[in-house]
């Protein structure tokens, strides 16, 4: 057994609160040994005026979308995607989706996230870049029906399925998938009985867009005569391994649906300023009992994956939304990006406790901004960034060691990206 001992530091307790304490990691297994005064280890990472937290944990992205970061901003939704988005992906390749994956990575481990959940396309290539960079997730290939023949209609259907079933349990665990319809309003109702299904056959979680916008919620209510979320308990999609991204226009029915079930909502609050979507009742969702993890959607939509901008606005956007600074404290938004999320994913993260993985941010505290310290989660939600994240380790592996990251080669990574995204604009031009 080879460990690894995170030594000098706080650590971030699973009831949030915080003392001074070591973690001791085993690197074979990948999980946490012991947390407090722990024994020696082989290796070593100092923590000394840093805080250990478990890794954040994104759980609604389009890594990829980082080529398309700055395309198009400042259109709703609808148009977005039409006009400029749908348009520049038709143009993507493999070795262009591989780049902007690589991309997303290497924003993700600066700034502290350990897993994620992604929905796109060559998701084989996603794969090969999460098992090079070392962190978990949770992948699966975004189905849309509108506007294709049958024929069409079921091969994207296949794929989801077909891509589910091969990578679950790939990178030695670390990647685990989901069937994921792109939404109840881009996927036909035949398709999401008949596919649902057969993920439920093969044991994958389902994972989609849902109430994003009044536009998406309205057809479905005037046709049905119901919820969207009441249709989707229908077709089965709302069972507690499924999460759905988004959420904004729910009510109180959904709400209880969500919670009854235990299903998750993945809320994207940047996203949902950027395109005007709305303000997601998270208070009121979270009062209701249903489990709301926080993610930053595609970057064209965010326009960064650094999930503290994302604490920040979940906690600011909660108070806006309920009229009320009480709203979404802290300890709220701290506990969605982390425990939240991992649970949404279905991975055992996101508490820092024996026999839990070892999946862990060290935040420098020794900042300007975050001097001086009254309280470590109100700094964690209000006044932390990405950049302060000192070390990132996932699975025991340590994936950047002060500032430096270990498993990616971050400027060719950069440069491969630029020209990559430049050749993708030109194309769909
Ligand atoms: N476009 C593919 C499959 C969809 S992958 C997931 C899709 O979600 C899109 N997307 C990104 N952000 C959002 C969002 O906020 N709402 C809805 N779709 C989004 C993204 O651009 C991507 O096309 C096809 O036609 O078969
Ligand atoms: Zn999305």
Known sequence: MTTLRIAGGRVLHPDLSVSEADVLVDQDSGEILDVGDVAEGDERLDAEESLVMPGLVNAHCHAAMTLLRGYADDKPLDAWLQEDIWPAEGELTEGDVRAGAELALVEMIRSGTTAFADMYFHVP?????????????????????????????????????????????????????????????????EYLREFVG?????????????????????????????????????????TEADFLA????????EHELLAERGASVVHCPASNMKLASGMAPVQEMREAGVNVALGTDGAASNNDLDLFDELRDAAMLGK????????????????????????????????????????????????????????????????????????????GEVLMRDRELQTLDEAAIREHAESRAAAVAERAE
């Open 198 to 238: 057969k993920a439920r056959e093969h044991d994958v979680p389902v994972h989609f867009h849902a109430n994003e916008t009044t536009d998406e919620v309205e057809p479905i209510v005037s046709e049905r005569g119901e919820r969207p979320l009441e249709y989707a308990d229908d077709l089965g999609m709302v």
């Open 320 to 395: 806006l939304a309920a009229a009320d600074a009480a709203a979404v404290p802290a300890e709220a938004a701290v506990e969605m990006a982390t425990a939240g999320g991992a649970r949404a994913l279905g991975f055992d993260s996101g508490r820092i406790e024996a026999g839990a993985n070892a999946d862990l941010a060290v935040v420098d505290f020794s900042a300007p901004h975050l001097t001086p310290v009254h309280d470590y989660v109100s700094h964690l939600a209000y006044a932390a960034t990405g950049g302060d994240v000192r070390h990132t380790v996932c699975d």
């Open 246 to 253: 988004h959420g904004v226009h729910t009510d109180e029915t």
């Open 125 to 189: 290539e996603i794969a090969e870049a999460v098992e090079a960079a070392g962190v978990r997730a949770r992948l699966g290939h975004g189905v849309v029906t509108v506007g294709k023949d049958e024929g069409e209609a079921y091969r994207d259907n296949d794929e989801s399925i077909e891509i589910a079933r091969e990578l679950d349990g790939a990178a030695g665990g670390r990647i685990k998938t989901a069937y994921m319809p792109h939404s109840l309003t881009t996927v036909g109702e």
